[in-house]
């Protein structure tokens, strides 16, 4: 049945039929037909303070959630403002829907002097989303919307992009609305299991590497059961993290460093499974893992499937539907082999974890695994620190482990973690950030403050862009330029904000302070001094 309607009433209602309960954003005077419509709608709404912090509250929402975050953003530099946000979710796979207002159409790319003039402003966020769409007319946008979600929904996770100018916004028409769209991923084929399942029969001893795509399937029951079949050890990738528990018998981690003890037995495999990962430069050390001829890769991309290194066998599927069907079939079979005993994979980890970045700091990230819980989000920045808690912080399950991997977004972690703890209101969540990264985005502290967020912020302060700063030590004769930071006093930042702030000079204080910060219901700063070796 068709209903009269405002443009941005179609928004808020096409978003209500995809099951959309939150969505993040800041209003503007181009959007607040939007805004007008979401009073009366069951969606909630969190106001941030800058549309980078909107965007990746949005992401930190989806990756602990599952479901597609969404960024509500003005025209013009709340789309450029969001970009840096957008490009971190593009990167890490992770399924974002933005919906930006633009310039009324008479005006489109005019530059006529209106508010938020940008010549082009779908191309300016095209090369960080998969798909974009202009409604230039009411009726267009719930078509546009579930288009969105089915494009998140059928093939790799990733931002997504529908723009509809002011005056589409503000019109009224009769207009009906679609079913949503069910739609679901591809599984792998009959004939490619059984092949695959010949290829496994044929190696002697088997390694399964996983990554992020692995973890946003859900695909670590079938990889688990694939490794206690086969006797195969799991390497996973910074976003694979939790993929495995990484206190399972078959679980390397995230360990993998050319010549190490991890490397030593993945050189013995004569076949690998890779599962939803690109084996990109950063996890292969710029191609130095050497991997086996025997290689059957699986992933939802069919430009991922061969990027970096090419298999001797490619699936272009759901890993989890991929995982299970391959499990079931070895099962079937009956294809066991011994691979290597439960002990020597320990003993590789734990030789591995010896020399594991970060060791001088390890008892930090111990400390953190303590006072998380099991099943507690750890959500990282690009800071040394994460670079650290990679290795040797051990994930137990998906979805538990967020990093901004891909794009390496300075400002990501404290954002994200509020969108985590609203998608996963009864889990712990912690952010760990550098005291430069914080400063990104520190202004969405009063977003977490606003609107009740329980949420420990470990700010690692050595006063410096650390990662940088090592840099320069090693390839420039430590000839340091502009990485010493004058910070402020975070803990009366903290008091500024209204918000508790404690000083963890120790492991066992940073334990003590998360502990007490999770009960609360505000965010709280910890300001833990730390140092590194340059």
């Known amino acids: 049945m068709a209903e009269r309607m405002t443009g941005g009433e179609a928004v808020v209602r096409a978003l209500a039929e995809h099951g959309v309960d939150v969505a993040f954003g800041i209003p503007?005077?181009?959007?607040?037909?939007?805004?007008?419509?979401?009073?009366?709608?069951?969606?909630?709404?969190?106001?941030?303070?800058?549309?980078?912090?909107?965007?990746?509250?949005?992401?930190?929402?989806?990756?602990?959630?599952?479901?597609?975050?969404?960024?509500?953003?003005?025209?013009?530099?709340?789309?450029?403002?969001?970009?840096?946000?957008?490009?971190?979710?593009?990167?890490?796979?992770?399924?974002?829907?933005?919906?930006?207002?633009?310039?009324?159409?008479?005006?489109?790319?005019?530059?006529?002097?209106?508010?938020?003039?940008?010549?082009?402003?779908?191309?300016?966020?095209?090369?960080?989303?998969?798909?974009?769409?202009?409604?230039?007319?009411?009726?267009?946008?719930?078509?546009?919307?579930?288009?969105?979600?089915?494009?998140?929904?059928?093939?790799?996770?990733r931002p997504v992009y529908v723009e509809i100018p002011r005056d589409i916004l503000e019109a009224e028409a009769e207009i009906t609305f679609p079913d949503p769209v069910v739609a679901?991923?591809?599984?792998?084929?009959?004939?490619?299991?059984?092949?695959?399942?010949?290829?496994?029969?044929?190696?002697?001893?088997?390694?399964?590497?996983?990554?992020?795509?692995?973890?946003?399937?859900?695909?670590?029951?079938?990889?688990?059961?694939?490794?206690?079949?086969?006797?195969a050890p799991v390497i996973v990738s910074q976003t694979g993290k939790g993929v495995i528990p990484e206190d399972h018998r078959y679980s390397l981690g995230n360990l993998w460093s050319q010549d190490?003890?991890?490397?030593?037995?993945?050189?013995?495999?004569?076949?690998?499974?890779?599962?939803?990962?690109?084996?990109?430069?950063?996890?292969?050390?710029?191609?130095?893992?050497?991997?086996?001829?025997?290689?059957?890769?699986?992933?939802?991309?069919?430009?991922?499937?061969?990027?970096?290194?090419?298999?001797?066998?490619?699936?272009?599927?759901?890993?989890?539907?991929?995982?299970?069907?391959?499990?079931?079939?070895?099962?079937?079979?009956g294809v066991n082999k011994d691979g290597w005993c439960p002990e020597e994979i320990t003993s590789a980890r734990a030789k591995a974890l010896e020399t594991a970045f970060g060791g001088e700091n390890a008892e930090y990230v111990a400390a953190l695994r303590r006072a998380i819980p099991r099943d507690g989000i750890l959500v990282n920045d690009t800071t040394v620190m994460s670079y650290a808690a990679a290795k040797h912080f051990p994930a137990y399950a998906p979805r538990t482990f967020l990093v901004p991997a891909g794009y390496l977004t300075l400002g990501f972690s404290m954002p994200a973690a509020i969108g985590a703890k609203i998608a996963q209101p009864d889990k712990v969540v912690v952010s760990i950030v550098g005291d430069g990264g914080f400063q990104f985005t520190m202004q969405e502290l009063a977003t977490a403050k606003q609107f009740g967020i329980g949420l420990p912020i470990v700010i690692f302060n050595d006063s410096t862009y650390t990662a940088v700063k090592m840099d320069q030590a090693v390839r420039y004769d430590r000839r340091y330029i502009a990485v010493d930071l004058e910070n402020p006093d975070f803990l009366k930042l903290a008091d500024a904000y209204g918000v508790p702030g404690v000083r963890a000079s120790s492991p066992a204080e940073l334990e003590t302070a998360i502990v007490e910060a999770s009960a609360r219901t505000v965010p709280t700063i910890i300001d833990t001094p730390i140092s590194w070796s340059y």
């Open 184 to 231: 679901d991923r591809p599984g792998p084929l009959a004939e490619q299991i059984i092949a695959a399942v010949d290829d496994i029969a044929k190696a002697q001893r088997v390694v399964i590497i996983a990554g992020g795509g692995a973890a946003t399937a859900d695909a670590g029951d079938g990889i688990t059961a694939i490794a206690e079949q086969l006797g």
């Open 28 to 157: 503007g005077v181009h959007t607040l037909a939007l805004y007008d419509a979401l009073i009366d709608s069951p969606i909630r709404h969190i106001l941030g303070r800058h549309e980078q912090g909107v965007g990746f509250m949005a992401d930190g929402y989806a990756r602990a959630s599952g479901k597609p975050g969404v960024a509500l953003v003005i025209t013009g530099p709340g789309v450029t403002n969001v970009a840096t946000a957008v490009g971190e979710a593009y990167t890490d796979s992770s399924p974002v829907l933005v919906v930006a207002s633009a310039e009324d159409q008479r005006w489109a790319g005019k530059m006529m002097g209106h508010y938020h003039d940008i010549r082009d402003q779908t191309e300016a966020i095209r090369p960080v989303t998969a798909s974009q769409a202009q409604a230039t007319a009411v009726g267009e946008i719930a078509p546009a919307i579930d288009a969105a979600f089915a494009r998140m929904a059928t093939s790799r996770p």
């Open 260 to 333: 190490n003890p991890v490397d030593t037995l993945l050189r013995k495999a004569d076949l690998v499974l890779v599962f939803g990962t690109k084996l990109g430069g950063a996890e292969t050390e710029d191609g130095a893992m050497r991997l086996p001829a025997g290689m059957i890769r699986v992933d939802i991309d069919p430009e991922e499937v061969e990027r970096n290194y090419r298999p001797s066998r490619a699936i272009v599927a759901d890993a989890r539907k991929t995982a299970g069907s391959l499990a079931e079939a070895l099962a079937a079979t």
